[in-house]
């Protein structure tokens, strides 16, 4: 039972380009959404978050997108640089209260930068 | 200074053995996480622990014992290693809940 989608194995962009990368999830009760990206060999590290009360949020070349509506979310990189290639994993914050609490990961896209 | 480290790198064992994955993180956080990327590429939550205590334990099998000596450290415990155990153990830590620092991984093959 995937609660966090990411449809798109890999995603290949020219540097310079945009690169936009999709998640949807199922679960209403998420609060929090969030990026990671991942180099090979490397543990995830953690990219920008966006809170489910907000519908935006922008970090220099990173904008998080969030459409609750549609259950949608959206990370856009611009301008794309050959650097950025790596996985990026969409997260879901699951709260149960206190201090319990995980994050439920997608699958990953793994985006290529070509110079 | 390596905030979240994970030994061994890579672990490659026989079925039926048991083995262990120690995880020390230094940034001073409460809660640590043991997450395991199948070869399917999730990344599904094991275990969660907050100040040594045991919070979620997402149906793992009792072959996997985590134990937490101090809230610095959290160590995975495997016993009778089968095939499907291979996979890549991330060992993770946060304060807040939502904003991870996650160790490079361990690799592990079971032949």
């Known amino acids: 039972d995937q609660q966090v989608k990411q449809n798109s194995p890999s995603l290949s962009v020219q540097e310079g380009r945009i690169s936009i990368l999709n998640c949807d999830y199922t679960?209403?009760?998420?609060?929090?959404f969030l990026w990671y990206k991942k180099y090979p060999a490397e543990g995830p590290t953690f990219l920008i978050s966006?809170?489910?009360?907000?519908d935006k949020n922008e970090d220099g070349r990173f904008t998080v997108f969030l459409n609750k509506s549609a259950k949608h979310l959206s990370l856009h990189i611009v301008p794309s640089q050959p650097g950025d290639s790596a996985v990026y994993f969409c997260?879901?914050?699951?709260?149960?209260?206190?201090?319990?609490?995980?994050?439920?990961f997608g699958k990953g896209t793994k985006l290529s930068v070509k110079p | 200074d390596t905030a979240v480290s994970q030994t061994p790198k890579y672990l490659v064992t026989q079925m039926g053995n048991d083995k262990s994955i120690k995880c020390e993180q230094n940034?001073?956080?409460?809660?640590m996480y043991w997450y395991k990327q199948d070869s399917k590429k999730f990344l599904k939550i094991m275990f969660s622990?907050?100040?040594?205590?045991?919070?979620i334990n997402e149906t793992v099998p009792n072959r996997f014992s985590p134990k937490s000596p101090d809230k610095a450290h959290l160590n995975l415990h495997i016993n009778s290693l089968e095939l499907g155990d291979s996979a890549v153990y991330f060992c993770?830590?946060?304060?807040?809940?939502?904003?991870?620092?996650f160790g490079s991984g361990t690799r592990l093959t079971v032949v």
């Open positions: 966006i809170s489910s009360i907000k």
């Open positions: 622990y907050n100040n040594k205590e045991l919070i």
């Open positions: 679960n209403s009760m998420f609060d929090y």
């Open positions: 993770a830590s946060s304060q807040n809940l939502w904003r991870y620092t």
């Open positions: 940034l001073g956080h409460d809660t």
């Open positions: 997260a879901a914050r699951k709260n149960y209260g206190g201090s319990q609490g995980n994050l439920i």
